[in-house]
């Protein structure tokens, strides 16, 4: 199976959305984080540096939950920082 190539804003909201987890994080460790999500540590480095822009719908959705957040508001914070102005993220 061929992978179509990311367009430049779905690897911006990808690191949008990384910087984020990063800053909801705060002072808590990358393990301990990706232990309470039940994601590997390296996976959540690969998302909190954009190298892995599009994680699966469970991965974030674990995350948001580890770190008190809601999707809602991560769908927010991502199309405004990425300058989508808070529309819907399409697939």
Do not use: N, Y
């Amino acid at each position: 199976m061929v992978r179509v190539p990311l367009s430049p804003q779905e690897r911006q909201r990808g690191e949008c959305f990384g910087a984020l987890l990063r800053k909801a994080r705060g002072e808590r460790s990358m393990v301990e984080v990706a232990a309470a999500a039940g994601v590997s540590a390296e996976t959540l480095r690969k998302i909190e540096t954009g190298r892995a822009p599009t994680p699966a719908f469970f991965t974030v959705a674990a995350l948001a939950h580890a770190l008190e957040l809601s999707l809602d508001d991560l769908v927010t914070a991502c199309a405004e920082m990425s300058g989508e102005g808070g529309e819907a993220v399409s697939a």
